[in-house]
């Protein structure tokens, strides 16, 4: 909350002694806070110190200084221009250093003066548990404030460290404690025990901060950090919230609102060739279950009449039934029946990418078949999901299926996203639909 702003500041402070580089000044800002946020200079640490940073931001720095001199160059063939700007970048370029030097100072002051921490629950009464609760208690500057314990029940007689409760009751501890930070230790229990746990509303709620059982499996990338020597890794948001969200859903509307428009002729086809093959009855609504397991109605192209209500909801796969015409297998082989869903990305009940939407029969039997099914829906279903695009189609295996879901939500991004689009494009000129 206070590098972002001290580093934009720093970088557009030149504008203050001359306004004559002023679009080159933005354009160096701009690039140079976007190569601090993809090499993770924004990201929240537990030990801060300028130090570490520095050999990073002093190289992001120069990278950004590098392509605006270049293009300035090539705009403006006066050694004098380019010089008078490049002394501006150099100014910014130390004021941002100098910044950052400050705002690391006042965070641990603020976490030592404890005007800034935040209550944190460690899941683990382990040897590995216990030290770091020594540690958070003797050292605030590290921002988190040991407010409790939690393991497995087969733990629960240990004199070392008295547990605040079992993983059973961590949602509650979370409400009661006013926890914001969750730190994995070495809890007594199985990973898949414990991703439960995790995804409960509440506790996916909080920041996530783990120690590696490999010390040496740690990440090689940007700069290691840790709480009195062990080594602790920021786990990604397990659930899609706050601005990971909103970026998410502002890119389904402006996707979904150009995709109707400028498909408006082909959906017309679509609809001429339904009524064709079909009759009446061009759309077809099914009640699938979304986000957090609300319930809402699908629409899609009609390819073929069911029976009954029942068989609509219960029939697995209508593949190669012989009621499904030419025209309606064509409409499903390339998933244009599935174009009315952008209808449904609008309303907010579905996402572009995303799990696949399933009926509540199907719901309620791979939820409990399969530990992990019911997770895929922290997130709103989707047109089109990694799952899909990577074979997971027709009859093939739900484990397989929730695994990619879980995947696709715990590493999102926007470019993950357009990775999926332009695979499904490529799938449905391929004619590989189901």
Aim: aromatic share 8%.
């Amino acid at each position: 909350m206070v590098t972002a702003p001290v580093d934009v500041v720093a970088l557009v402070a030149p504008l203050v002694l001359s306004h004559d580089y002023w679009k080159g000044t933005l354009a160096n800002a701009a690039l140079t806070v976007a190569l601090f946020t993809a090499g993770g200079l924004y990201r929240p640490r537990r030990h801060v110190s300028i130090l570490d940073e520095l050999p990073g931001l002093c190289g992001r720095l120069l990278a950004s200084a590098a392509i605006v001199a270049i293009i300035a160059a090539e705009r403006h063939s006066s050694v004098t221009y380019v010089g008078g700007f490049m002394r501006g970048v150099a100014l910014s370029a130390g004021l941002v250093i100098l910044g950052r030097a400050a705002s690391r100072a006042f965070t641990v002051l603020s976490r030592k003066r404890r005007w800034a921490e935040h209550n944190a629950i460690i899941v683990g009464g382990g040897p590995i548990g216990v030290e770091l609760a020594r540690l958070l208690r003797r050292y605030p500057q590290y921002g988190l404030r040991f407010v409790g314990c939690v393991d497995a029940p087969s733990r629960q007689d240990t004199e070392v460290l008295p547990l605040s409760g079992t993983l059973s009751d961590l949602e509650h501890l979370v409400r009661l404690l006013e926890c914001e930070v969750l730190v994995i230790a070495d809890p007594d229990c199985q990973e898949s025990t414990l991703m439960e746990t995790l995804l409960r509303p509440r506790s996916s709620r909080c920041d996530l901060w783990a120690v590696p059982r490999l010390w040496g499996s740690r990440s090689h990338s940007g700069y290691p950090d840790h709480i009195g020597a062990f080594p602790i890794v920021k786990i990604r948001d397990i659930a899609l919230t706050g601005p990971r969200w909103a970026i998410k859903r502002a890119s389904d509307i402006v996707f979904a609102g150009f995709a109707l428009i400028l498909m408006s002729p082909l959906l017309l086809l679509c609809t001429i060739a339904t009524f064709v093959d079909g009759g009446p009855g061009i759309f077809f609504h099914q009640e699938r279950i979304g986000r957090y397991g609300r319930p809402f109605n699908v629409i899609k192209f009609r390819t073929m009449h069911p029976v009954n209500e029942h068989e609509s909801q219960t029939r697995w796969s209508i593949a190669y039934d012989h009621r499904v015409g030419p025209i309606g297998r064509f409409l499903r082989r390339t998933s244009l029946d599935e174009l009315p869903q952008l209808w449904n990305i609008l309303r907010g009940d579905m996402s572009v990418v995303g799990p696949r939407p399933e009926r509540p029969y199907f719901v309620e039997k791979f939820s409990a078949e399969y530990p992990t099914y019911a997770a895929r829906h922290r997130v709103p279903v989707g047109l089109t999901g990694l799952a899909q695009v990577s074979g997971l189609r027709g009859d093939t295996p739900i484990s397989d299926r929730a695994r990619f879901d879980n995947y696709y939500i715990e590493n999102w991004s926007l470019w993950l996203d357009v990775k999926v689009v332009l695979r499904t494009v490529a799938e449905v000129f391929r004619g590989g639909g189901r």
